[in-house]
């Protein structure tokens, strides 16, 4: 076992480019992102006060809660995520799935992006069938 090499970490920092859910059936959503910590983004003050009790619930996996605390935390989250395009630049027109997708990918890294996938998937298969279920 070799200890990890430093160049190798910071590496991390450039960030992994990831297929996200698109934007409509013809757009596709491709970004560049890390995964910031979400216990560094309360200690750094990046979440907060006020929202920290939600940032823990998160952290625990809970999935109850107050659903405008919950979103105030995936933006902050999912902004600091987003390397490319920049959050200022799409804020306004990412979708829940997307934002979902973003906050589920800074926690558990791209397996967590399978679902979507598999949705998409589905969904397309649903429309070259001629069914108009969207997959669901």
């Avoid at 200690?43 to 996996?61: D, R, S, V, Y």
């Avoid at 605390?69 to 490319?84: C, F, K, N, P, R």
Wanted: net charge positive; charged share 30%.
């Amino acid at each position: 076992m070799e200890v990890t090499k430093i160049n190798d970490l910071k590496k991390l920092k450039e960030g992994e480019v990831v297929e996200l859910p698109y934007f409509d059936d013809n757009t596709p959503f491709t970004a560049r992102l890390k995964r910031p910590s979400l216990l560094t983004l309360c200690k750094a003050g990046t979440i907060p006060n006020n929202l920290l009790a939600t940032a823990q619930k998160i952290f625990e996996g809970e999935k109850k809660g107050n659903v405008k605390d919950y979103g105030e935390v995936l933006h902050i989250v999912v902004s600091v995520a987003l390397i490319e395009p920049k959050y200022d630049d799409v804020s306004e027109l990412l979708t829940d799935e997307q934002l979902t997708a973003i906050f589920n990918y800074t926690q558990f890294g791209i397996a967590a992006l399978e679902p979507f996938r598999k949705l998409r998937k589905k969904y397309l298969e649903s429309k070259k069938a001629g069914n108009s279920s969207k997959g669901k």
